[in-house]
């Protein structure tokens, strides 16, 4: 693979998100959000993919969100060490219930926002460009109940409050904006993805894509008040990308292949081409779906598009129609994957795909013609702290290296990227097992899965390893 220099203004940096690394999670008048009600296990698992969870959090749980790494009262140390580094920009996410307590509060809570205008000064004090989600895996518990969360109109109006107060507030200092993280998680773990829960014999998936549209008109009138309130801003949409691999040339494989993709593309056709495309008509009729829409819905979708397309990218999955090859599932893939006989796996069975990532981004490229965002990708381990106190993770160093030059030899072949910000730069809470210990970090913290430990933070060897990455704009892998 030939070296090759990243652009000088390209934004490398790291991604993390309000609900795994924030904890306080009642502090400051902040409101409870959907993972605060997410135990660790078992539990957790059936929580997300629509289980009804305890509205309260019960007693002799743990919720591992509670206290997350306490990046809410540590983030300036931990700023620091991603200046060291040499970020251009890090990507987090506004917890959605620290501005809104209850979702529907007539005014914001000042502390919340309090909070991220301090969270912003400190990031542009050190260069550090802020890249921000408004909703990352959050919906205050509030709505849930009382509205069942976005199958609900409500959330619409809801959402777009939300948004201008913090497009209001923030215009001077945030430029990159996103609107829902992993749009397309809502169809795999709808809870995580949307506060969705169902009831014994309901349509789950009439309810999933009547929510996923109460988002994408939600996520356009985001994209029109940014573009009025900010102008100088960019707004994305965020896909959990990685695309879908024939297991053989049977045109049956080909074919599911694609459908598969399609699943995931729908979200994105719509934010980003304006309109819902005819394969979707056609997978509403085929089902009995009918999807309520307001008049003007057509309109809004088809006017405020997405500046970019944000994504993450961890692994391809693979499909196959033959009943023998799926007996072979991969244990740890919430896309739900065959096993490919071509590839590893890490140990929570997420498969590891280097050369996946360039094809996913020309794909995504060719299909919309925008600049894309790489704003996750990353290696889960479970790192050691050697008797001298050292991380030597040299596994993720292979998995981000060969990532990186991939994404470099896709900016070769004429993908617009804007950054790169691989996810966890700091050990965080993992979204779907609750873990402390699957970590992506270049900063390990010292805390384990029941939540003790110190918290302190240590420099990985990969912390040196992309430090001299972003210093050599890319050359140096
Ligand atoms: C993405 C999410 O799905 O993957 C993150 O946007 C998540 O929130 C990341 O943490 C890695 O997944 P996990 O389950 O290993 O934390």
């Not at 220099?5 to 008048?29: C, I, R, S, T």
């Not at 802020?130 to 109940?145: E, G, Q, R, S």
């Not at 391809?316 to 033959?322: A, G, I, L, V």
């Not at 381990?381 to 596994?395: H, K, R």
Request: aromatic share 14%; charged share 25%.
């Amino acid at each position: 693979m030939s070296s090759f220099v990243f652009p000088k203004d390209f934004l490398w940096g790291g991604a993390l998100a309000a609900n795994q690394a924030e904890g306080a999670y009642l502090e400051d008048g902040k409101g409870l959000s959907l993972v605060d009600l997410l135990p660790t296990g078992e539990k957790r698992r059936s929580i997300m993919q629509g289980n009804v969870p305890s509205l309260t959090p019960l007693e002799g749980e743990f919720y591992p969100s509670h206290e997350a790494i306490d990046f809410y009262h540590r983030y300036r140390e931990d700023i620091a060490l991603f200046a060291e580094m040499g970020f251009k920009a890090l990507r987090v996410s506004i917890a959605w219930a620290r501005i809104f307590p209850t979702g529907e509060d007539t005014a914001p809570n000042e502390a919340g926002l309090q909070f991220y205008d301090d969270l912003f000064d400190e990031l542009l004090k050190h260069g550090i460009q802020p890249v921000v989600t408004l909703a990352h895996f959050d919906v205050p518990v509030n709505l849930i109940d009382k509205y069942g969360s976005w199958r609900s109109r409500k959330l619409v109006a809801l959402f777009e409050t939300y948004a201008k107060t913090v497009f209001a507030r923030y215009k001077d200092k945030v430029k990159y904006w996103m609107t829902f993280n992993e749009i397309n998680m809502l169809l795999h773990l709808p809870f995580i993805g949307a506060g969705l829960v169902f009831q014994e014999g309901e349509n789950v998936k009439q309810i999933q894509y009547q929510a996923a549209h109460h988002q994408l008109v939600a996520s356009a009138l985001a994209v029109k008040a940014c573009h009025e309130i900010i102008p100088d801003a960019k707004i994305g949409c965020m896909l959990a990308a990685g695309s879908f691999y024939p297991y053989t040339c049977n045109p049956e494989d080909v074919y599911q292949g694609m459908e598969k993709d399609r699943e995931s593309y729908f979200f994105i056709d719509v934010q980003s081409r304006g309109e819902y495309p005819g394969y979707a008509k056609r997978f509403f009729k085929d089902h009995g779906l009918s999807i309520e829409m307001e008049p003007d819905d057509v309109d809004i979708l088809k006017h405020h598009t997405v500046d970019y397309i944000g994504f993450s990218y961890y692994s391809s999955r693979t499909t196959s129609t033959d009943p023998e090859v799926v007996k072979n599932m991969t244990s740890g893939n919430v896309f739900g994957s065959v096993s490919n006989p071509y590839l590893d796996k890490s140990d929570w069975g997420w498969t590891i795909d280097p050369k996946g990532f360039r094809i996913t981004a020309n794909q995504l490229h060719d299909r919309y013609q925008k600049p894309l965002f790489v704003v996750e990708n990353g290696f889960g381990a479970n790192d050691v702290v050697s008797p001298e106190g050292e991380v030597n993770d040299d596994y993720r160093i292979d998995y981000l290296k060969r990532h990186i030059a991939e994404m470099g030899e896709a900016l070769q072949d004429g993908v617009e990227i804007i950054g790169y910000t691989s996810w966890g730069p700091i050990d965080i809470v993992s979204a779907s097992s609750g873990e402390m210990k699957k970590r992506y970090g270049y900063i390990y913290v010292d805390r384990d899965n029941e939540g003790n430990g110190s918290l302190n933070r240590i420099k990985k060897k990969s912390f040196h390893w992309y430090k001299n990455v972003i210093h050599s704009d890319g050359e140096n892998l």
